[in-house]
C-alpha cells in the first residue's frame, strides 16, 4: 500500500533553487563549506515544514468551509482526500527534520549501558540488559550467507552447496544457514513431521552429513534452520483429528498448546502468538524440552554447528535459551518477525518500540540469541526507495535499526526466503539492492546475505564480493562504531571504526571534503557502484 500511494511520494526536505546562489555567498566571503551547508540545509528544511503545515491549515478551512455550506458529498470526499494527503506530507516533514537534529549531533554509537555479557568492549542499549551464557552471533566477525531459497528443494539441494564451498571459502563467507533437515508435509521442511528423519526433499542423510563434513573441514559455520514451535502429525486420532505424531518423538494431543482446539490440543494455554497451519507445540512440557534438546544434541552430532530458531514469536525465549544451554551451539539467533509502525500510510520515523521488542526477546534468551534485525531491513528499503536517507539516523544519533542497540545480536539482512524468492512477501527494491549491501557489509551486526543476490551473476554479484573483501581488510565486526556523518533526503554517510567511510544514495558527499573525517587522515576510494561509494582510511 505504502509503495502505490501518493502518500508516500518522496519528500524534497532539502530544495536546491538557493544551492548556487548560496554556493556564491560562501565561496565570497571565505566561510567553512560544511558550516555553511549545515546552515543552509537547516534553514530549507525549516522552511518546507513550515510550507508543509500551511498547507494542511488551508486544507482543513476549506474543508470546515465546504461542510458548513453544505457541500456535495463528492467534493467532501476530495477534500477530506486532500487533506490526509497534506497530513501525510507534514509528517514526512517533522521526521525529516527530526533525522536532521539526530544528525547533526554526530555522535555516532554514543555509550549508554555497559554489556555484562563479558565479552568487552560493547555497550548495551536494551531495556534490562541479560548476561549472556550462550554464543548469540559467534565471534562478532561472521559474515552469513542463507544457503537456499524458497524453491531449492527443487534441485539436488546438498549436492549441489559441496560444490560451492571451495567459492564461499575464497569469497570470506564464514557461516551457511541451510534450509531445514528433517521430513516434512511442506517441500520447503517449514511443516515439519519427525524431526528425527533426515531424509528432506533437498537430499537424502548421507548427503547432509557429507555436506557438513566438507563444511566442517573448510571451518565454514553451518546453520540448521530449527522449526519447533509447531510440528505436524503423522496419524490421525479415533476422531479423525490429525493430532498423533511418530517417529522417535511419539507425542499426541496432550503435547499440543490448548490454543488449537482444531487439534483437539489438551496442554497448556500459551500467551504467544498462534500459527495456525500447524499443531502448536507446548514447551511447557519437561517431556516437550528433553525430547527437543535431545535431537539437537543428535544434530550436533550429524554436524551441525548452530541454529537458525524460527518463528520465536510463538514460544517463550526462555526456552530456546534452555535448547541452547543444552546442545552448546556455535551460534544461535531467531527469526522475530514483528509488524512495524505506520501512520497514515507512512512508516514512522521513530521505530524505537519496535527494535526493543525484537531486544527484548533476545533479552528473555539470556542474552544466548541474537535475532534478525527486521527494524534495520524495513527502515533501509524505505529510505532507499523513497529517497529518504534522513530515516538512517536514530534520534540519539545512531542506526535506527537493532544494530543501533545491541549490535552483537543484530543479525543484518535486506532478503530471505519469505521476503524474497518467489514469495515476495515483503521484498527489498531490487534496483537499490547494491546500496543496501553497502550499508550491511561496512555496518555493524553479522551480516546475511541472500543465496539470490550472492550467485546474481552481475554487477550485485561483484559488488557484494568486494564489499565483503573490504570488511575482511579493515576488520569490521558485529561491534564496530558508527559515526553518522550526512542524513539528508539524498544521502547517507558515516564512517566506521576510523577506517571506513560509506557513501550511499545520489547525493554529494566524500570523507575527503567532511571536516570531521578529513582530519583523520587521507580517504582512498575502494570500491563503488549505483549510488554508494565506499573508502578506506590512508594508513
Sequence with gaps: MVGSSSKSVPAAIYGSIATPEVKRIVSEAGIDPALAESATTLELAAAELAAAAGQLVAVERTLLQSAGEGAAAGPLETLTNDREEATAVLERKMAAMQA????????????????????????????????????????GEEIILQGFNWESY?????????????????????????PPCSDAVSSQGYL??????????????????????????????????????????????????????????????????????????????KKEEDYTAAPNVDHTQERVRKDIALWLN????????????????GYDGKWSREYVDASAPVMAFGEYWDTMSYKDGVLDYNQD???????????????????FDFTTKGILQEAVSRMEYWRLVDPEGRPPGVMGM???????????????????????????????????????????????????????????????????????????????????ADVYAATIDDRVALKIGPGDWSPNGCPQSKTLGRWNLATSGHNYACWKLER
Design 100 to 139: 536532521l537534529m539526530a544528525s547533526r549531533k554526530n555522535v555516532g554509537v554514543k555509550p549508554m549501558e555497559k554489556d555484562t555479557s563479558g565479552e568487552g568492549g560493547e555497550y548495551l542499549f536494551a531495556k534490562g540488559g541479560a548476561t549472556s551464557t550462550g554464543p548469540a552471533a559467534g565471534s
Design 192 to 269: 515439519p513431521r519427525d524431526l528425527w528423519n533426515l531424509n528432506s526433499k533437498y537430499g537424502d542423510e548421507g548427503e547432509l552429513r557429507a555436506l557438513l563434513r566438507e563444511m566442517r573441514e573448510q571451518r565454514i559455520i553451518s546453520i540448521a534452520d530449527i522449526v519447533i514451535n509447531h510440528r505436524c502429525a503423522t496419524f490421525q486420532d479415533d476422531n479423525g483429528i490429525w493430532n498423533r505424531f511418530g517417529g522417535r518423538m511419539q507425542w499426541d494431543h496432550t503435547h499440543i498448546c490448548s490454543n488449537n482446539p482444531q487439534y483437539a490440543g489438551a496442554g497448556a494455554f
Design 298 to 313: 543428535h544434530l550436533r552430532k550429524v554436524g551441525f554447528d548452530g541454529w537458525r530458531f524460527d518463528f520465536v514469536k
Design 353 to 371: 518500540a519496535h527494535r526493543q521488542r525484537t531486544i527484548n526477546w533476545c533479552d528473555s534468551t539470556g542474552g544466548t540469541c541474537a535475532a
Design 154 to 178: 527443487r534441485e539436488d539441494w546438498y549436492n549441489k552447496l559441496r560444490g560451492q564451498i571451495n567459492e564461499w571459502v575464497a569469497d570470506g563467507i564464514s557461516a551457511v544457514w541451510l
Design 406 to 488: 545491541w549490535p552483537s545480536r543484530a543479525v543484518t539482512f535486506l532478503e530471505n526466503h519469505d521476503t524474497g524468492s518467489t514469495l515476495q512477501h515483503w521484498p527489498f527494491p531490487t534496483s537499490r539492492l547494491q546500496e543496501g549491501y553497502a550499508y550491511l557489509l561496512t555496518h555493524p551486526g553479522t551480516p546475511c546475505i541472500f543465496y539470490d543476490h550472492y550467485y546474481d551473476s552481475g554487477a550485485l554479484g561483484k559488488a557484494i564480493r568486494e564489499l565483503i573483501r573490504v570488511r575482511k581488510d579493515c576488520n569490521l565486526s558485529a561491534r564496530s562504531k558508527v559515526f553518522v556523518r550526512a542524513a539528508r
